[in-house]
Structure formats: structure tokens, C-alpha cells
């Protein structure tokens, strides 16, 4: 079961996009930002979808706004994954924070983790919409009228302060379709932005885990009594090189491969001096 996945196994190397389209296909919603997930009712829900029936739906908060709602919600979550045993601790402080990488993070472990129990396949018997009456509004449905200025304007393209009807709410003025096409420019651009912040995030997160690997073996090469066998004066050298044009590789077979010669001559030599002693040995 992907209860236990390491921090570099595939799961959390599946897009934003993949996880948003893999939500709303499941749960009929319209999320169109990793954070809109954060109060922690959709991953009730998808535990619901994969274990139906298991997650106290009436409970859970779809309109939860703070972060007090927020955590009852991911205390019901919690409780699920007790009565599972499923052995995945919640940071809860900092998914309520809305930042888009740790939900990310946690909705990337949610998918491997459903994927792992359903072979990826929905639930057809599943109605996530009739379920989801069973605890706060439809927040997200699709086709619902009661949807968030925040994914008016990214779904619709319409910026935010505009009605269809009305023009600009008033004290607000913008130059006709030049506002709107502004409008809509700065908001592509933003979720440019989120998502190149997401990429660095990741990237960074990869660069500290191989860089720890790293760090390890190091510790290891300079532990008293094994710092000067072969092996670890050849990982040196590869640890320690300066020069990136040189291969650090070739250098550290070269010294074991000298190493094992001379070994091999010592052996001869050895073997070559007892000779005669065993032939005068009445």
C-alpha cells in the first residue's frame, strides 16, 4: 500500500494539473487551484469515493473558510485514517495555510495512495454530488450558482469587480475591453507565477534530498577505520574533485585498479618466497 512512499518515488512528480483534472473528474468540481483544497474536504470526500461509506460526509465543512472549520475537517480525515491504519501524519498548521506546495505534496501522496486501492479506476456507483448534500453546500459543483468570485475569474475570464450586466461596480473604472484584456493578462500571469514557484519548490526539495545522500556518504568515507580503505579514498575522489572538465570517475577506478594490482603483485610475491621453504620442509 503507497501508505509509506519515499519523498522521490513517482507520485510526487505528477503535475498540478493531472492532480486538479483528477479531482474534478472524480468529485464533479470545478477546482481550478491547488490551494482551493486546503480545507480538507475534498480529500474526505475522495477517501469517501474509495472507501464509501467510511468518511461521516454530514460532517465534513465544503464551506469551510477558516482555519478553525478547516482543521475539524482534517480531524474527521484523521479519524479515517485511524480506523484504516493508515500510517500518514497530517501537517495540518500548514495545509490550512492555503501554500500551494504542501497541498500539493499531500494531494500528489492522496492520488498514489486511491490509485493504489482502486487500480486508478472510478467509482461508476459513486455519486459525489448526492454525497457531498450530506455535509456542507455545493460549494465547487459544476453547475452550481454559488461559485467564488476568485473562480469566476479564472474560469470565466471575466476580472474580478466586472458583472456581465451591470459593467464595473462603481468607484472602479477600466478602459472597456482594454481593462478586461489587462485584467485577464495579470491573472495568466499570476498562475505563471504559482506554477514556477511550485517547479522551484520541487526542484529545490530534489536538490536537498541528493544532497543529503551525499552528505551521508561522506560522513561515512571519514568514519575512523574505514576513511583509508580503497573504496572510500576512491568515493573521495569523486566527492572532492575541483575540476569539472576531468572525469573524477575515471580517476577513482584508475587508483582501484592500482590498488587491486598491487595487491595481486603482493600475492605473487608472497606465494613465491614460501615456494622453497615448503620443498626444504621435511
Known sequence: MASNIGIM??????????????????????????????????????????????????????????????IQNYKILQEVFNKLKIEKPLEVNRLVKGRPLDNLEFLQWLKRYCDSVNGGIMNENYNPVERRCKGGKERYAKGSQKIPKSLQANNSGDPVGLSRTSGPKQGKTYAGAGGANYEGEVLALSKEITDLKVSVDLLEKERDFYFGKLRDIEILCQTSGLESIPMSVAIKKILYAADAKESALAKAQEYLLSVKEDEIEAGAGAGAGAGPEAETDP
Not at 482551493?36 to 475522495?46: L, Y
Request: glycine share 4%; proline share 3%; hydrophobic share 40%.
Open 9 to 70: 518515488d513517482s507520485a510526487y512528480f505528477v503535475g498540478r494539473n493531472e492532480i486538479l483534472t483528477w479531482i474534478n473528474n472524480r468529485l464533479q468540481l470545478n477546482l481550478s487551484r491547488i490551494e482551493e483544497a486546503a480545507s480538507g474536504a475534498v480529500q474526505c470526500q475522495m477517501m469517501d469515493m474509495t472507501y464509501p461509506g467510511v468518511v461521516p460526509m454530514h460532517k465534513v465543512n465544503f464551506d469551510a473558510k477558516t482555519e478553525y472549520d478547516m
